[in-house]
């Protein structure tokens, strides 16, 4: 059993609200690091059409950035994140899916107002399915084409009606995660969340860990290959890149 990962501060904001913010999860020379890497992936990823991810006007997604790059997965187990994910989901945290997202300057909305977790057959309005982080690596100002959040959304019922609203922003009661370069922030799955216009003259970018349960299956796309299998050398990396049995698979340490 690990130490708790997270203060009481902590897991009363994450209870409450339904996300949490790490400003600096990201310090200067790890940021250049892996600012460094997401060019590269960015790089081979035009440089080939056929590399999987969208091509839109308003996203483009360098679909797992983990095949790509290292310090991509290596950010799966950043040392201050992870645990408090996995104290947040369970031992039998697992990878569900990961992305780069880049969003273009002056563009509308790739994303209106959802949550990640609507499985067919499965009654969890109170279980945490899944936990999502992102990773900040531009600043991202309001009106810069972030994420925005309805803050204890996760625990609207599930027949809850959302009001529609043409402009993410018009959506009452969010808040924009905008931050500056380096900050990580997560939510619960269940939390409502919206991609807002970019309407500033730069690119938002971000990488994007959505964390699930082992028996969980990977998204469709982002199943790691054997050869990112093979560079798992702790058993956190190998459970979360889907080696092991499916069911009674967990953390011990
Ligand atoms: O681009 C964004 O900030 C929104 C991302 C999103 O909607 C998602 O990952 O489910």
């Given at each position: 059993m690990p130490p708790r990962a997270m203060t009481d501060e902590q897991r009363i904001f994450f209870e409450t609200n339904g996300y949490l913010v790490f400003p600096n999860a990201l310090p200067p020379d790890h940021l250049d690091r892996v600012r460094a890497a997401a060019d590269r992936a960015e790089a081979a990823w035009r440089a080939d059409p056929s590399r999987p991810g969208l091509r839109n006007p308003n996203l483009e997604q360098v679909?797992?950035?983990i095949e790509y790059e290292d310090e991509m997965l290596a950010l799966l187990e950043h040392p201050v994140v992870f645990p408090v994910v996995r104290e947040i989901l369970g031992d039998d945290v697992s990878m569900i899916d990961n992305?780069?997202?880049?969003?273009?300057?002056?563009?509308?909305?790739?994303?209106?107002?959802?949550?990640?977790?609507?499985?067919a057959g499965v009654y969890h309005p109170r279980s945490i399915m899944m936990v999502k982080v992102f990773y900040l690596l531009t600043d991202v100002?309001?009106?810069?084409?972030?994420?925005a959040v309805i803050p204890g959304s996760h625990r609207y019922p599930t027949d809850f009606r959302l009001p529609q609203a043409e402009d993410p922003a018009e959506m009452p009661g969010h808040v924009k995660m905008s931050y500056p370069a380096g900050t990580?922030?997560?939510?619960?799955?269940?939390?409502?969340?919206?991609a807002l216009h970019n309407d500033s003259g730069t690119i938002r970018r971000v990488l994007i860990y959505n964390y699930g349960h082992f028996?969980?299956?990977p998204w469709q796309g982002y199943e790691p290959s054997s050869a990112l299998q093979a560079k798992a050398q702790t058993p956190a990396m190998r459970q979360l890149l889907h080696i092991g049995d499916a069911y009674g698979q967990h953390l011990k340490e």
């Open positions: 679909q797992a950035p992305d780069y997202f880049l969003t273009p300057p002056h563009t509308k909305t790739h994303a209106h107002w959802h949550h990640d977790v609507g499985m100002t309001p009106e810069g084409g972030g994420t990580a922030w997560l939510f619960n799955g269940r939390t409502y969340h919206a028996w969980m299956k």
